[in-house]
Each structure stands twice: as structure tokens, then as C-alpha cells.
């Protein structure tokens, strides 16, 4: 079963690669780094964050290139 | 050795809990000169196999070149620069030092400074940087040959474009993710700092302009094209929506729905162009379908992010990396056969109906993104170094990433060079001179008098047919013509010949998709960097939440691109031949700016040895844009200089004439009066700004060298408290180090408190 897993984890990769470029990770970031700095205080929910995430765009949106 | 910027000394400050957060210099070093044999011999074969292509490409006087000896000549180059020369760079002018913390570790916020992993952000940064330019220049410069426009971009990414990337990024890095601007600012004083900003200003302006007449080029008259584009916008306000009310954060998902609907909008395309309504409804002429885009762009800019620019980044991030990947399988699977001369005499004469000029300095400015892009720095300034995670990756991240945009540039130039060249001239010279029909065209292309080609109207008929077009003469601005060659190189892997209708509106889709998205954003920047300089004056307009300042701002920013964007659609002369030397010079000029900065820092630092590796692409890119621009002002040719142009037309108006050259009527002469007398004072104002920067730049770097070096802009040294290795594949000693991070709890590697 070498070869599945083999594929199975590459598979994995993939994913992680794709989810990590297109920013589907951000979330996750922000929670590990919310509860690792500001212990006790209650985080954004993923609905408020994602909010957040695309106003504060709003403000700096950041050049794409030609 | 003392430190530069007066920072304590690391080693007191590292944690003694933690492992250490740097491979030692020492062991890093040995293994760096360990030379084993296989390492030789694997090096010895790149070496080879590159030496071999570029003689093939280079001797070749067969009849066809396979286009496989461009992609390897490219890799190789590409290999032996990363390995060697961005090494150099590193080593000698970069110094990173891994025990100090990026901006993502110590102003982490876990939303716009956010430690990322290596191979994500080179992605991340890739899709940022690349976009339509690449494609779009390529395409063009195939008029001078296969050669120059190779040769350009291999050699000009090695030692120009990915060095200006690599060092914006690492500087930023060190200063915290500060802009071009504000680090131009901080090292070239009041003047300098101004011209740079104004500059970049109104270089962003003619760049969206320019991008926005290229789509508007690949879509006027085409039912298809307009209808699948147009279907973008549905599209991405779907998923807008849908990310903000349905399901918040599932961007691949929702970016897999809308490339779905995307094929499907194609597929439409083809349906609605069939028929009597679709054709009627769809088929727009330029001048209205710019006027369109202006709309667009206004309305764009001024709608919240989540709802259309946001789904659009996913989308067009989606299709990037997707697209890519494909068309570099297809060309390797594929191989086409390459036709045509190295050097054709356009070259030299600089009479080439796709774009004038001679190959120096006209090829230099053609292609820009590819081998030099300015545009860069301000994404290598912008997000990437918020989220870098350790120093040394910088190298992996910013020489390497613009890497793979030089190689989007061969690609794009081995398609359009797969093309047959009758039909490649055909459908890139302007309508003055084919006269817009297949008669027309063929008698034209054939009356250039090259050798091997001779075009008939039913082959121009026929391909238009195959790709599901009316029409393909002069169809200017690169991407038709690129749309082509991609088309035949995809037939060749997927569908057959029945798909090529297909694939050539998948690839006008997603360049269109791209340009928009940069049309967007770039209105966007250009509006905040409006305000924040009227805000000098009119402190009002720094609170860019105040809802009439950002419409003012923004009508502003598109009324500037939008008056050159209908300058181009009503050119006589075809837009894109006179003005995309224009978006050359400006990318450029930005280029020689964020180069003039790094060099300024790099002397602060007291590198003056070295300092050629800056000065050598900083002087190139100076001469070359200065000259270009020189001719563009100076020249009596009309075809090249605006002010020769200008005074010709004028003159054949005050001789009471109705029709000149390629003006047919009084209206259309005035308005090329109109176009180069503003088109000679844009080029003016651009090359005087980049001079003004390059000799602040200078002075400073005088100025350090009497003074010694000081280095007082970059950020205060914080200790790392975390480990990562620096390139795509660790290193012993990286995979060792890496493991007894791995026993660390995650905790211990935040710092408390921020």
C-alpha cells in the first residue's frame, strides 16, 4: 500500500500548497496567533474575521502586478 | 566585528531554552563548498545541456528550431544564476542573518504580518507578480526575431530583474514591509522622495491604460470574447456573496465553483456568438468598449473588496498558477516547431509594423515584465516581506520567484512565435496599414517581403474560423496573437483542432481576467496614493473612509488612464504601436527608481565593492529608458518620435490637407496632433522624474562613501525565536536544525506581549 499512501500524502500536499496560496489558511493563522498572545480575550469568529480580512482591504489594497 | 547598525550582539540576546534559530555560519559554509562528485557531475550536466541550447538557438540556421532547446537553455541559465549568482548577491551585498526576526515574527498581527511558509509565499509572491505583462511584451518583441527577445529575457532576469526583487524585498524586509515610496523618501531625501512618488504615480496611470487597451484590443468586435468576459463579473460577485454570507473562508472551494463557471461562460460564449441576438447584442466597437471598461473601472474601484476584488484575486490567483503549469506541460509534451530568422531585418531597420523602433533600445522597453519589471517593487515592497519567515529565504522567495516570471515570458514568446509568421504580422500590424480585411492583410504581410512567407486571404479566413472569430487582422495589443499560438500549442494536447476555438477564448478569458483584476487594484493604489499626497495640501483627504474624497480621488485616477486608454482606441496609427513603448519606458523608469534606492541603501551599508551588482542593472536600465525616451521626444522619424509625429500632422493640417499618412480624415489628424503632443509631454515628465531620482541617488551614495556607513533606516535588531530553511529543498544541517525545532510547543516560540 506504499504507493496510496505515497499518493494520499502527496495529494495532502497539493492541498496544502493550494489552500495556503489562495490564503484559505488565514483563519487558522490569526486563531493560533490570537490565542497564543492575547490568552483570555475571545477571538474573532471566522465570520467577523473574514469581514475584517476583505474591510481592512478596503483601506490597503495592495498593488497586483502587470 | 562590530555590528553595522549598532545592534547588540546576538548571541547574548538568543533564548538559551530554544534551539538555535540559525544554521551556524561555519557549518553552513562547509557544506556550501563541499563539492562531492555527484554534485560536480550534476552541475557539470546542467552546464552542458544549457551550453548546448543556447548553441542551438543561437547557430541554428536549419529550417526550424524545436521549441524544447528554449525551454532548456532557459532552465539552465536559470539553475546556474540561482545557484551562483543570487548566492554572490547573498553572500556579498545581502548579509541576511537568520537570528534576527522578519516583520512576520516581531509585529506579528496574525492578519497583515503573518510568519507563512516558504513554499506558499513563493507562490503567493509569483501570483502577485506575474500577470498580463509577461505575455502581452513577448508576443510583440517576436517581430525582431527569436534571438533578442531570448537572449533578453534569460539574461536580463539573471542580472537585472530578479536582483531589483530579491533586494526591494530583502530591504523592505529589514524596514519593517516600508513602501518604495516611503523608503525613497527615507533615503533620498525631500526631492528625490517626490519625484519617485509622483513618478510612480503616473507610471501606475499609463500601465493600467496601456493593460485596459489591450483588452480592449482582444475584445472589440469579438461576441465570444465579450460575452464569456463580461461574464466575469457575474461571476465573481457570486462569489463575493457567497464568501461573505454562505460560506465565510472557503476560498478554494468557491474558487473551484467559479472556475467552473468560467469554462462554462466560455462555452456559452461560443452558444450566444452563434446566434442572431449574441452577435447583435455583443459585438461592440472599441471606442464604446473602452468608454465600458472606464465605467467598469470607476465602479470597481469605488465597490467594497469582498464583493468584486476579492473574488477576482481568487479567481485570476486560481487560473495563474493553473494556467501556467498547463502551458508548460503542453510545451514540453507538444514541442512545437519553431520557424522564422534569429534576427529579422525590423531589428535593425527598426521599421517593424508591430512596434517601431530598432532593437536598441525599442526591444529593452517592449519587454519589461519578463526581465525587468519596476512594477515589482512595489509588491516586493508592499506584502511579501510582512509575511516572510526567515531572512535567508528572501533569496528562495525574490530572485527565485521572478525566475519563473522570466520563464512565463519565454513561454509566451514560444507561443507567439509558433504562429505562422504571415499570420502572426497579419494580425499584429495596425488596421491603417492591413485595412482591416483578409485582401488586405495578405497583400500587406506579403508586400513586407520576408523570406518563406507568403500568406493567402483563405489562410487568414481559415483561422479565424478555427478560433471562432469573425475576424483575426489586426487584432494588435499581443494577446489575440498569443491567444492563438496557445491555442495550437493546447490543440496539440487536448481536443484537437475542434478545441481551438476554445482555447483561444480560454486564454483571452484569463488575460482579460488579469488585466481587469491589475486595472482594478491599480486604480485602487493610484487612489490612495492620490490622496496621501493631497493630503499635504488638503488635510481632508487623508481620512480615505471620507466617501467624497475617495470618488473624487478615484474619478481622478480614472479619468487619467481613461483619457489615454481612448487616446490609444482612437490612434489612427493603432494604439498599441505608438503607445506600449510608453508603458515599456515607464515600467522600466520605476525600475531604474527602486534600483537608485537599493543602491543608495546598499552604499549606506558601506558595500561600495560590490555595489556593481546594483550599478550594472540600475546603468543599463537608465540608458536604455533614457535613450528610448530621447528618440520618443528627439527623433525626426515620425513612426518613433512623438514631436516629429506631431509636427508633421500639424503641418499637413496648416497645408489645408483632409487625409495624411495614416490619419484618413481631418478629425483623425487632429487627433494625432492631439495624442503626441500629450504623449511627448508624458515622456518628458518621466524621464526628467527618473533623472531627478538616479541623481539624488548618486549624490547619496557619495555622500555614504565620504561619510561611512550608517545604516539608521533599518528597524532595530529583535532576536527570532523560531527556525525554518531558507531555499525549496533543505540542507543537511537545515534538516537537522529543523528537527529539534519539531520537539518545540508552539508556545515557546511566540514572544509575549506586542
Known sequence: MTVLEGLARGARGVAWFVKGVMGEDAYDKYLAHHTATHPGVPPMTAKQFWRDRTDRQDANPGARCC | ?754
Not at chain 2, 498580463?132 to 510583440?140: D, E
Request: proline share 5%.
Open chain 2, 1 to 754: 566585528m562590530s555590528d553595522r547598525s549598532g545592534t547588540p550582539r546576538a548571541e547574548l540576546t538568543e533564548d538559551p531554552d530554544l534551539p538555535p534559530t540559525a544554521v551556524p555560519d561555519d557549518v553552513r559554509e562547509a557544506e556550501e563548498r563541499r563539492w562531492p562528485p555527484t554534485k560536480i557531475a550534476v552541475w557539470a550536466a546542467i552546464a552542458l545541456l544549457g551550453g548546448v541550447a543556447w548553441s542551438v538557438l543561437a547557430l541554428s540556421r536549419g529550417e526550424t528550431i524545436n521549441a524544447i532547446w528554449f525551454v532548456f537553455a532557459a532552465v539552465c541559465t536559470y539553475l546556474i544564476a540561482y545557484r551562483f549568482y543570487s548566492k554572490l548577491i547573498e553572500r556579498k551585498l545581502v548579509k541576511p542573518d537568520d537570528r534576527r526576526a522578519t516583520p512576520a515574527e516581531y509585529k506579528a498581527d496574525g492578519k497583515d504580518f503573518a510568519v507563512t511558509d516558504r513554499r506558499v509565499l513563493y507562490g503567493h509572491h509569483f501570483a502577485a507578480i506575474a500577470g498580463a505583462g509577461p505575455l502581452v511584451g513577448p508576443v510583440l518583441a517576436a517581430q525582431m526575431g527569436y534571438l533578442p527577445g531570448t537572449i533578453w529575457i534569460v539574461v536580463g532576469v539573471v542580472l537585472a530583474g530578479a536582483v531589483q526583487d530579491y533586494l526591494v524585498l530583502f530591504f523592505s524586509m529589514r524596514r519593517g514591509g516600508r513602501s518604495l515610496g516611503q523608503m525613497a523618501r527615507d533615503e533620498l531625501g525631500v526631492v528625490g522622495g517626490w519625484a519617485a512618488v509622483i513618478a510612480t504615480l503616473t507610471i501606475m496611470v499609463i500601465i493600467v491604460a496601456i493593460l485596459a487597451l489591450v483588452v480592449v484590443n482582444a475584445l472589440a468586435e469579438s461576441p465570444w470574447g465579450v460575452f464569456s468576459v463580461a461574464m466575469t463579473i457575474p461571476i465573481a460577485l457570486f462569489m463575493g456573496v457567497y464568501l461573505r454570507f454562505l460560506r465565510p473562508g472557503k476560498v478554494t472551494e468557491v474558487s473551484v465553483i467559479g472556475f467552473v463557471l468560467l469554462i462554462l461562460a466560455i462555452i456559452g460564449g461560443g452558444v450566444v456568438a452563434e446566434t442572431e441576438w449574441g452577435v447583435a447584442l455583443f459585438t461592440i466597437d472599441r471606442v464604446p468598449l473602452a468608454i465600458g471598461v472606464i465605467v467598469y473601472g470607476f465602479i470597481a474601484a469605488v465597490l467594497p473588496v469582498w464583493l468584486l476584488l476579492a473574488p477576482r484575486d481568487y479567481l485570476s490567483t486560481f487560473m495563474k498558477i493553473g494556467t501556467i503549469v498547463m502551458l508548460a506541460v503542453a510545451i514540453v509534451i507538444v514541442r512545437p516547431e519553431i520557424a522564422g530568422p534569429a534576427v529579422t531585418q525590423f531589428a535593425v531597420e527598426g521599421t517593424g509594423p508591430v512596434v517601431a523602433g530598432t532593437l536598441f533600445p525599442f526591444l529593452f522597453v517592449t519587454i519589461a515584465c519578463g526581465a525587468l519589471s519596476g512594477f515589482h517593487a512595489l509588491i516586493s515592497s508592499g506584502t511579501t516581506p510582512k509575511l516572510v519567515e526567515k531572512e535567508r529565504q528572501t533569496r528562495f522567495i525574490g530572485y527565485g520567484g521572478m525566475l519563473m516570471e522570466s520563464f512565463v515570458a519565454i513561454m509566451a514568446l514560444v507561443a507567439a512565435l509558433s504562429i505562422d509568421r504571415g499570420i502572426y504580422y497579419a494580425m499584429n500590424a495596425s488596421a491603417a496599414v492591413t485595412g482591416g480585411t483578409i485582401e488586405g492583410a495578405a497583400a500587406f504581410v506579403n508586400g513586407l517581403g520576408l523570406t518563406g512567407v507568403n500568406l493567402t486571404p483563405e489562410q487568414l479566413a481559415q483561422t479565424a474560423e478555427n478560433v471562432g472569430e469573425e475576424s483575426i487582422v489586426s487584432r494588435t495589443g499581443g494577446a489575440p496573437a498569443l491567444a492563438v499560438g496557445l491555442a495550437q500549442i493546447m490543440q496539440g494536447l487536448v481536443g484537437g483542432p475542434g478545441m481551438m476555438s476554445f482555447w483561444y477564448h480560454f486564454a483571452i478569458m484569463f488575460e482579460a481576467l488579469f488585466i481587469l483584476t491589475a486595472v482594478d487594484a491599480g486604480t485602487r493604489v493610484a487612489r490612495f496614493m492620490l490622496q496621501d499626497s493631497v493630503s499635504n495640501f488638503v488635510p481632508r483627504f487623508r481620512d480615505t473612509s471620507w466617501r467624497t474624497g475617495s470618488y473624487i480621488a478615484t474619478a481622478i485616477m480614472v479619468g487619467a488612464w481613461g483619457a489615454v486608454l481612448v487616446m490609444g482606441v482612437t490612434d489612427p496609427l493603432g494604439g498599441i504601436n505608438t503607445l506600449f513603448p510608453l508603458f515599456g519606458i515607464a515600467n522600466q523608469l520605476l525600475a531604474a527608481i527602486a534600483l537608485a534606492v537599493c543602491l543608495a541603501i546598499a552604499a549606506k551599508r558601506g558595500l561600495f565593492s560590490w555595489l556593481w551588482i546594483i550599478a550594472l542593472p540600475l546603468a543599463f536600465a537608465a540608458v536604455i529608458t533614457i535613450y528610448a525616451s530621447f528618440l520618443k521626444i528627439f527623433s525626426p522619424v515620425p513612426a518613433v518620435g512623438y514631436f516629429a509625429q506631431h509636427a508633421a500632422f500639424r503641418d499637413a493640417l496648416a497645408a489645408g490637407e483632409t487625409s495624411f499618412g495614416t490619419a484618413a480624415s481631418v478629425e483623425a489628424m487632429q487627433a494625432v496632433v492631439r495624442n503626441t503632443m500629450i504623449q511627448g509631454i508624458l515622456s518628458i515628465l518621466f524621464v526628467s522624474l527618473a533623472i531627478i531620482v538616479i541623481v539624488t541617488a548618486v549624490i547619496s551614495v557619495i555622500r555614504s562613501y565620504r561619510r561611512g556607513s550608517d545604516e539608521s533606516s533599518e528597524d532595530a535588531f529583535v532576536p527570532s525565536r523560531r527556525y525554518a530553511p531558507a531555499g525549496l529543498v533543505p540542507t543537511k544541517a537545515e534538516r537537522e536544525l529543523e528537527q529539534q525545532w519539531a520537539d518545540v510547543p508552539d508556545d515557546s516560540r511566540v514572544r509575549s506581549g506586542h
